[in-house]
Antibody, heavy 122, light 107 residues
Framework: QVQLVESGGGVVQPGRSLRLSCAASGFTFSNYVMHWVRQAPGKGLEWVALISYDGSNKYYADSVKGRFTISRDNSKNMLYLQMNSLRPEDTALYYC???????????????WGQGTLVTVSP | ETVMTQSPATLSVSPGERATLSCRASQTVSSDLAWYQQKPGQAPRLLIYGASTRATGIPARFSGGGSGTDFSLTISSLQSEDFAVYYC?????????FGGGTKVEIK
């Protein structure tokens, strides 16, 4: 079955960087668009970024554009989110999520990891 | 961006009763709408996509409807495991956006 396991979260000071990882298994990772979605503590869901199945196309929410970079390594079945210039408002649980469409993107999410918590605090 | 507004924020329902949740988009999203269920400490789970198509394994008591700007999620007879927060999400316009959620609690 599809399994997504995030890691790399932690406590970081404002302005610093962090890299999140998502290990995928149970499906052919290289065929699927992948997303990052975040959830601030006690709040709703916010889409963060998308990467195409081959890594050639990437899209970002305005709130992270220019600071965050999504990438993937299909040989390792890994998804990444490089987060630079972190701000307190980036504090959230970060989920990786799979798009259900092979090679394209439906832009909804049929499988989710359990999330990794990022806390940005002085 | 397309703002998604869910109502009510909290819905108190007795087990076995029907629950209807609403989601309104600030501009048309056609039928490009999904619903998710989230329980405390868990990741969201896909319930509905295409406004009305149940995802794999989702019980028939969950049904979605609507198009354009007004959508609904109905749970025909609430079971104990259905008490959770429900989110709608549009995928017709960029950026992808979610509603603020409706919490379905036990009355």
């Amino acid at each position: 079955q599809v399994q997504l396991v995030e890691s790399g979260g932690g406590v970081v000071q404002p302005g610093r960087s962090l890299r999140l990882s998502c290990a995928a298994s149970g499906f052919t990772f290289s065929n699927y668009v992948m997303h990052w979605v975040r959830q601030a503590p006690g709040k709703g869901l916010e889409w963060v970024a998308l990467i195409s199945y081959d890594g050639s196309n990437k899209y970002y929410a305005d709130s992270v554009k220019g600071r965050f970079t999504i990438s993937r390594d299909n040989s390792k079945n890994m998804l990444y989110l490089q987060m630079n210039s972190l701000r307190p408002e980036d504090t959230a649980l970060y989920y990786c999520a799979r798009d259900p469409d092979k090679y394209g993107s439906y832009n909804w999410f049929d499988s989710w990891g359990q999330g990794t918590l990022v806390t940005v605090s002085p | 961006e397309t703002v998604m507004t869910q109502s009510p924020a909290t819905l108190s329902v007795s087990p076995g009763e029907r629950a209807t949740l609403s989601c309104r988009a600030s501009q048309t999203v056609s039928s490009d709408l999904a619903w998710y269920q989230q329980k405390p400490g868990q990741a969201p789970r896909l319930l509905i996509y295409g406004a009305s198509t149940r995802a794999t394994g989702i019980p028939a008591r969950f049904s979605g409807g609507g198009s354009g700007t007004d959508f609904s999620l109905t749970i025909s007879s609430l079971q104990s495991e259905d008490f959770a927060v429900y989110y709608c999400q549009q995928y017709n316009n960029w950026p992808l956006t979610f509603g603020g959620g409706t919490k379905v609690e036990i009355k």
